[in-house]
């Protein structure tokens, strides 16, 4: 039984997908109802099982209705990924709000959904797991994390926040079967812009993978991830940080400047 968090779209979507394909009974959730029911529908019809519930997780008690929900109609809580993510600052780097300019309402709707309701869903799945024997809690990261961008403000600092949360839970319930990792994800691209990458190698998607794997990286990357997380094959890995980058942060600023004007058909011999 799995409950994955803004699975409406994108990454979310994919894995409440996968997830489903392998078994799980899964809680699709998010402020979207339609896509939700979307989402649910296209399990449904792969022969999965799955549900929707809408939270708004800028509110606690919403969040903590919704893992109540989770454990209520499936009886149990086995995989919680904390995937949503604010949109409400751009998270643009160079265009995104600097430190200076952040305002206090945009810092207080990227710290909820992006720390804090994260933080309340592990707060009410952590008993349900400890007294069920075990669990897995994926909290989904990014490269931003770890090291910061440019503008980057708010998000960078809850994507680190994040990061710590699951060595937090890890520290304190690993003992008990609770196991917490996170997945910090690079350059993910819609699979259509994907696509459009492999059609037309001067798009401008190839700018914006200066990375040792030339391609940008898909929704599904993530959620394989995410599977190996949730899965028995992973029992002895907790509170480590998987980079799902595409070697990016592998390379230093030299390399990292080569591989762009590579993909902007500019030699760098
Ligand atoms: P996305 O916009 O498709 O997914 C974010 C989801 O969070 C959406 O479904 C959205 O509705 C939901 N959400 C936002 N605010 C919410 C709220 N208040 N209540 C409930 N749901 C809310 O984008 P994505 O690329 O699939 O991102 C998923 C996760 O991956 C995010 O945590 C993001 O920070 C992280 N990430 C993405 C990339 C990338 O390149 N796409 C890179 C690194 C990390």
């Given at each position: 039984?799995?409950?994955?968090?803004g699975?409406?779209?994108?990454?979310?979507?994919?894995?409440?997908?996968?997830?489903a394909?392998?078994?799980a009974?899964?809680?699709?959730?998010?402020?979207r109802?339609?896509l939700g029911?979307?989402?649910?529908?296209e399990i449904?019809?792969a022969?999965?099982?799955?549900?929707?519930y809408e939270?708004?997780?800028a509110?606690?008690?919403?969040?903590?209705d919704?893992v109540?929900?989770?454990?209520?109609?499936?009886g149990?809580?086995?995989v919680?990924?904390n995937?949503?993510?604010s949109?409400?600052?751009?998270?643009g780097?160079?265009?995104g709000?600097?430190l200076?300019?952040?305002?206090?309402?945009d810092?207080?709707a990227m710290?909820?959904?992006?720390v804090k309701a994260?933080?309340?869903?592990?707060?009410?799945a952590?008993?349900?797991m400890v007294r069920?024997?075990?669990?897995?809690?994926i909290?989904?990261?990014s490269?931003?994390?770890?090291v910061?961008?440019?503008n980057g403000?708010?998000?960078?600092?809850?994507?680190a926040?994040i990061?710590?949360?699951?060595?937090q839970?890890?520290v304190?319930f690993?003992?008990?079967?609770?196991r917490?990792?996170?997945?910090?994800?690079g350059?993910?691209?819609?699979?259509?812009?994907?696509d459009q990458?492999?059609?037309?190698?001067?798009?401008?998607?190839n700018?914006l993978v200066?990375?040792?794997?030339?391609?940008?990286g898909?929704y599904i990357?993530?959620?394989y991830?995410?599977?190996?997380l949730?899965s028995?094959e992973?029992t002895?890995?907790a509170?480590a940080?998987?980079?799902?980058?595409?070697?990016l942060?592998t390379?230093?600023?030299?390399?990292?400047?080569?591989?762009t004007?590579d993909?902007?058909?500019?030699?760098?011999?």
């Amino acid at each position: 039984m799995a409950l994955v968090t803004g699975s409406t779209s994108g990454i979310g979507r994919a894995t409440a997908r996968l997830f489903a394909e392998e078994g799980a009974k899964v809680v699709v959730t998010g402020r979207r109802r339609k896509l939700g029911e979307q989402v649910v529908g296209e399990i449904e019809s792969a022969g999965g099982i799955a549900v929707y519930y809408e939270a708004d997780l800028a509110d606690s008690q919403k969040t903590r209705d919704l893992v109540r929900f989770t454990v209520d109609t499936y009886g149990r809580i086995d995989v919680l990924v904390n995937n949503a993510m604010s949109h409400i600052v751009p998270w643009g780097g160079a265009e995104g709000p600097g430190l200076l300019i952040t305002s206090d309402d945009d810092w207080d709707a990227m710290m909820a959904v992006g720390v804090k309701a994260p933080f309340i869903a592990c707060q009410e799945a952590i008993p349900h797991m400890v007294r069920q024997g075990g669990g897995s809690i994926i909290n989904i990261s990014s490269i931003r994390g770890l090291v910061a961008m440019r503008n980057g403000g708010a998000y960078d600092v809850a994507k680190a926040g994040i990061l710590n949360l699951s060595r937090q839970v890890t520290v304190d319930f690993a003992r008990h079967g609770v196991r917490a990792n996170t997945i910090s994800p690079g350059w993910i691209q819609s699979d259509q812009a994907h696509d459009q990458f492999s059609e037309d190698p001067a798009s401008v998607g190839n700018t914006l993978v200066p990375q040792p794997i030339r391609r940008p990286g898909r929704y599904i990357d993530i959620a394989y991830a995410a599977l190996f997380l949730a899965s028995d094959e992973s029992t002895f890995v907790a509170g480590a940080n998987l980079l799902v980058d595409g070697g990016l942060l592998t390379q230093n600023g030299f390399d990292i400047r080569r591989a762009t004007l590579d993909a902007e058909g500019q030699s760098s011999a």
